[in-house]
């Protein structure tokens, strides 16, 4: 006949167990976020973003834009999207600059946004320089302005912002690098210590005993220490 072991796990032991350790999980925590600070100021090189916006309005002279219209616009930001990080856009503008970069790579550091309600378009440029973040992020408005009049037989794309130069870091983050890193820490070490606990299956208190062998304990028989560690308590006794 099978018999299933059951496992009872006590929340206020493992709790307990947790804050007897404090000590060891806060080390660990701040030693873990240090290190996530100095990946991020040491290895990781500071990223700069530059944005340009267009703006898309495809109506005719003396025609009056209704609210439908606008409803319409908005919609067409998703394909003016896809077609700004067309691989015919971006690989143009890898030719003009002259970019040590394929297509894919360009793309990684290119993002599109729309405002809602409105037909404006961001163009951002994510780059470690901060002037090749501007004149990427211009050279892309211009190739997307042309491709997009041509595709979707837009009247005009007008400029509503050029690309700034860039003067603060965009990233990395070091206080979001310092967080994980002590996060990570502060779990690996609970979970280490909660696994050793379950796997912990030695008999330690009487209450143990009665707990998993179902036996009562008629008393207790004194330990008795001999060799150096009974020398080192005699000592320490004398001192008192």
Not at 171 to 180: A, F, H, N, R
Request: charged share 20%; proline share 2%; aromatic share 6%.
């Amino acid at each position: 006949m099978a018999t299933n072991d059951e496992v009872e796990i006590d929340l206020l032991e493992i709790l307990g167990l947790l804050l007897s350790r404090w000590q060891l999980i806060i080390l660990v925590g701040i030693t873990t976020a240090m290190i996530g600070f100095a990946i991020s100021f040491f290895m990781i090189d500071p990223t700069y973003e530059s944005t340009t916006k267009i703006y898309i309005l495809n109506k005719n002279e003396n025609q009056n834009v209704t609210y439908s219209d606008m409803q319409l616009g908005t919609q067409l930001t998703k394909d003016y999207s896809e077609l700004i990080n067309s691989r015919y856009v971006l690989e143009e503008v890898i030719q003009k600059l002259h970019l040590d970069l394929d297509y894919q790579g360009l793309k990684q550091k290119v993002s599109v946004s729309t405002p809602s309600d409105t037909r404006i378009v961001a163009i951002t440029v994510t780059d470690t320089d901060p002037v090749e973040a501007m004149n990427i992020a211009n050279a892309i408005r211009e190739s997307a302005s042309s491709h997009i009049g041509n595709v979707m037989d837009i009247d005009a794309v007008n400029i509503v912002e050029s690309a700034n130069m860039p003067t603060k870091k965009a990233g990395p983050s070091y206080t979001k690098w310092l967080m994980v890193g002590g996060m990570i820490g502060v779990m690996i070490v609970c979970a280490i210590i909660l696994v050793g606990y379950l796997l912990d299956d030695t008999i330690k208190t009487s209450e143990d005993v009665e707990r998993y062998l179902g036996l009562s304990t008629l008393g207790m028989i004194p330990v008795i220490e001999t060799g150096e560690v009974a020398k080192k308590k005699k000592k320490k006794k004398k001192k008192h």
